[in-house]
């Protein structure tokens, strides 16, 4: 193995690690969340906007802040400050009011937005060098150990707590604990800075001969696709929050659901990267690994029906199916940015790409939110037809994707 590789390597694990430990703090507070507020005295309504606002912020700002990873080629800067502004979940845990608590999710969230352009573009550079699908793959399966652990730390934590509902004292000490990883999260983050500073090295063997100054044809549709998937797939601080309402599951089960579809995204992620790179190398064609796409709107058709039941057994095959949709939302859809974009423009396109990611899950949180209040059955209706507007565009995707090489 070469020394570049080894490198790649190496700083796709660290970051792997990053990740983990990162969503032991951040997916260890979404996994309860909407439960949270609601204790706090905030309903479905007001659940759906803050779910949908902090995740619209945390893909909006990635327009600008891509951009000025890219103009400044200040990537680790961005990540470094990205990452420390995890602070705001344990400090959750000093909240008496949802207003505040609000503050904080939104304020973790645009933590992510910060970090996330200049991040993927370090993690896509090294990825060059193994496969964009298995190394993007490998860093979302360790990432989602953090995200199984996080919640399931909290599951095992209210357990021991006893039975019954929990209370705003309980909720705020299970924030208190995520302090630790916060930590960890940092001397990882230090460890992969001093392995690869300077992390573009890692792309220049195997950077594609013409590097356009403009972004293609194929990354609009490829956005316009996400953008319209995106807003049918409903965040999970809204499932909790059903979960709770409905009385489907207690306190404890909720965060255990989610770590259960956090590792089934796992186990979904790996098999999708060698998919995804399988399909470019057995077609050459950069753009192959596209075609997996279908797979979300069609599973994401599935997911209201089941998770806004009134059934264990159905709310558990639904959160399966969410956990696998993820899968392909974490890692396909990043790495083919990291394809269908030149290494110039690589920060600018994870930009445009989260911030319109970001923009449906706010829309679509927001109506999910406030048709919820109305009836579930309207919930399904337009999520159901909002996924088959998104397979319509996937054919369109497709045909570009078949006939143009990036």
């Not at 979302?140 to 995200?147: K, N, R, S």
């Not at 792309?203 to 990354?219: C, G, P, W």
């Not at 064609?285 to 998770?307: C, D, K, R």
Request: with cysteine; net charge positive; charged share 15%.
């Amino acid at each position: 193995m070469d020394s570049k590789k080894k490198t790649a390597l190496q700083l796709i694990l660290l970051f792997g690690l990053v990740s983990l430990f990162g969503d032991i703090v951040y997916e260890g507070a979404r996994s309860v969340n909407g439960q949270y507020l609601k204790t706090l005295g905030a309903n479905a309504a007001i659940v759906g906007l803050v779910a949908g606002l902090a995740e619209f912020l945390g893909y909006a700002i990635r327009l600008a802040s891509g951009y000025f990873s890219d103009k400044a080629k200040a990537y680790w800067l961005f990540t470094f400050i990205g990452y420390g502004m995890l602070i705001s979940v344990p400090l959750l845990s000093l909240t008496g009011v949802w207003q505040v608590a609000v503050i904080f999710i939104i304020a973790e969230r645009i933590g992510k937005a910060i970090r996330s352009p200049a991040r993927d573009t370090i993690l896509s550079q090294a990825t060059k060098q193994v496969g964009t699908g298995l190394g993007f793959a490998v860093a979302e399966a360790l990432d989602q150990i953090g995200a199984i652990t996080g919640p399931l730390i909290l599951v095992v934590f209210f357990m021991f707590l006893g039975k019954g509902d929990r209370s705003l004292i309980d909720y705020q000490l299970g924030y208190s604990l995520l302090w630790i990883p916060l930590i960890l999260v940092l001397v990882c983050l230090i460890l992969a800075y001093r392995r690869a500073p300077n992390p573009e090295v890692l792309e220049a063997q195997v950077t594609k001969k013409h590097e356009s100054d403009k972004l293609s044809r194929i990354f609009w549709v490829y956005t316009v696709f996400t953008f319209i998937t995106t807003l049918g797939f409903a965040n999970f601080a809204l499932i909790g929050y059903h979960f709770k309402v409905k009385h489907i599951l207690t306190d404890a089960q909720i965060p255990l659901f989610y770590a259960l579809a956090m590792g089934v995204d796992a186990i979904a992620a790996l098999a999708i990267g060698k998919v995804y790179d399988i399909l470019k190398n057995r077609r050459k064609n950069e753009n192959a690994g596209l075609l997996t796409l279908i797979a979300i709107p069609v599973f994401s058709l599935f997911i209201p029906m089941l998770v806004f039941s009134t059934s264990f057994s159905l709310v558990l095959i639904g959160a399966i199916i969410w956990g696998i949709v993820m899968g392909f939302h974490e890692t396909v859809m990043r790495s083919a940015i990291a394809d269908i974009t030149s290494l110039k423009k690589r920060g600018t396109g994870y930009g445009i790409f989260n911030a319109a990611y970001g923009l449906a899950i706010f829309f679509g949180s927001v109506l999910i939110g406030l048709l919820y209040e109305k009836s579930i059955g309207v919930v399904i209706i337009a999520s159901v037809v909002v996924e088959l507007v998104a397979i319509a565009v996937f054919f369109v995707l497709k045909k570009e994707a078949l006939t143009v090489q990036a």
